[in-house]
């Protein structure tokens, strides 16, 4: 299992490209599904999560291939096979999202249930509710959803859908599998977060029929056929929001190629009011950050709120931070596990339910950590940034998962960090 070692104290400065976001390429790569004609994805970023998804769909049948520029082609004309077996499901939650597409497309879909997660039980009731709303027959057995359509039927029809609790995945399943349906979906609740907006610009240059994405209604009027298109994956604002974190914690200046600043809203006001200077335009965010920040307290919310995802990462920059902070974790029942792993580098903090207290110290001291999930992995290098000595971030396939060369990035920045091969 390879390792990160970093040792800390080094100021960034430089730039940083900031990579396709993965939380788009995932879904858009499921889109894919929806046509026979060939698709091409731009800004494809190299993930373990991206590479896990594209032996998902090779294994149904799906022609694709991730070239050196960053570009998927797939085609997905000679798809026979529409199932996602638990062996390549149970690493990525993801894969929930063939569900709707296959469906749509073909009438029938065998997808594996989702594995547990670190971060919480993370359930998918919402997404077979929404479907069994279209019209689907939904079972669940040995593992498996088991969804078809009614005998007689060919399509999915339209429905008005309205969860229990706002879902990106779920919409994201609702949406593709509307495209395809008959008739009108309306689906109320839904998330706004960028990388349902970027979807449906997807899903819109294939010919699909929607209206209100990025707020919380959404209107699909179902076509009977897709075609194919050219898309370029939004950039990522978790791994542009992860850098500013770094860079506010460290110290220094760093501007990141491509960032979508109009993406960070909540996270960028916490930092300058921590203290940091940030200035965004076109295609760039830039941070600055001198000496030692004010620690500040969020609770976690759907977008536009502050995002789970990046929860861990500003908990990091708060642990060295001055004075007392409170994050809320209001997303997933169990998005605390880095701060066990925190306390071990001295920080000082304490979990109350929902709650993490955490009191800023001076300094943090390097030691041996283990990464217990994607985000919770960022905070830990950000933290071994800033400490003291040397810190091993150990278990860093968590890492891989989300985030692309990010050692290599940090590393071109003035950051003393290197991957140790196991
Ligand atoms: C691939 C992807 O885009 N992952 C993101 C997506 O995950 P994901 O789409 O899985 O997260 P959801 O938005 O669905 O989850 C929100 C909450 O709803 C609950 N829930 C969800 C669906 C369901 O059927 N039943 C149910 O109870 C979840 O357990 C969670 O407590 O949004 C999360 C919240 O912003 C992010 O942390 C993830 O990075
Ligand atoms: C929780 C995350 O991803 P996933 O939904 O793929 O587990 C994340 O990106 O932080």
């Known amino acids: 299992m390879d390792k990160l070692k970093i040792r800390g104290g080094h100021r960034l400065n430089g730039t940083i490209d900031v990579a396709g976001a993965k939380n788009a390429a995932l879904p858009e790569l499921c889109a894919a599904l929806l046509s026979a004609e060939p698709v091409t994805l731009a800004n494809v970023p190299r993930l373990q999560d991206v590479a896990t998804m594209l032996k998902l769909i090779r294994n149904m049948g799906v022609v694709c291939e991730h070239h050196d520029d960053g570009r998927v082609t797939l085609d997905a004309g000679g798809l026979n096979n529409p ?50 709303a279209m019209g689907a027959e939904i079972t669940v057995e040995h593992g498996y ?58 899903l819109i240059k294939m010919g699909a029929k929607i209206e209100g994405h990025g707020t919380s209604k959404i209107r699909i009027q179902g076509v009977d056929r897709l075609q194919g298109c050219v898309h370029q994956v939004v950039a990522d604002r978790i791994e542009a929001g992860t850098f500013l974190c770094a860079v506010a914690a460290t110290g220094g200046d760093v501007v990141l190629r491509h960032g979508r600043g109009d993406h960070l809203d909540a996270v960028i006001d916490k930092l300058r009011d921590a203290g940091a200077t940030i200035e965004s335009g076109e295609g760039f965010i830039r941070v600055k950050s001198e000496g030692r920040l004010k620690a500040q307290s969020f609770r976690t919310t759907e977008y536009p709120g502050f995002p789970t995802d ?101 590393r071109a920045v003035g950051a003393d960090i290197e991957r140790v091969k196991a």
């Open 145 to 202: 959803m088991l969804a078809s359509l009614p005998a007689g039927r060919t399509r999915l029809k339209g429905a008005r859908i309205t969860t229990d609790m706002v879902t990106v995945t779920g919409t994201e399943n609702f949406m593709m599998a509307a495209a395809l349906a008959e008739g009108e979906t309306v689906l109320e609740n839904a998330a706004q977060e960028p990388e349902i907006t970027d979807l449906a610009e997807m």
């Open 310 to 410: 990046m929860q861990a990462q500003f908990m990091a920059l708060n642990c060295i931070a001055k004075g007392a902070s409170k994050v809320t974790e209001t997303i997933f029942e169990n998005r605390f596990m880095h701060v066990n792993e925190l306390v071990r580098l001295g920080a000082h903090i304490q979990i109350d339910g929902k709650v993490s207290v955490i009191e800023g110290v001076d300094k943090l001291s390097g030691a041996t950590v283990m990464a217990t999930d994607l985000r919770a992995s960022a905070s830990l290098v950000i933290a071994g940034l800033v400490a003291e000595g040397e810190t091993i971030v150990d278990r860093i396939y968590h890492l891989d998962r989300g985030y692309d060369r990010m050692e290599a990035k940090l």
């Open 83 to 132: 199932e996602a077996p638990y062996e390549l499901v149970k690493t990525m939650r993801a894969s929930v999202l063939a569900l709707g597409p296959l469906l749509a497309r073909f009438g029938h879909a065998k997808v594996s249930l989702p594995g547990g997660c670190a971060i919480g039980s993370r359930p998918v009731d919402q997404h077979i509710k929404g479907l069994q």
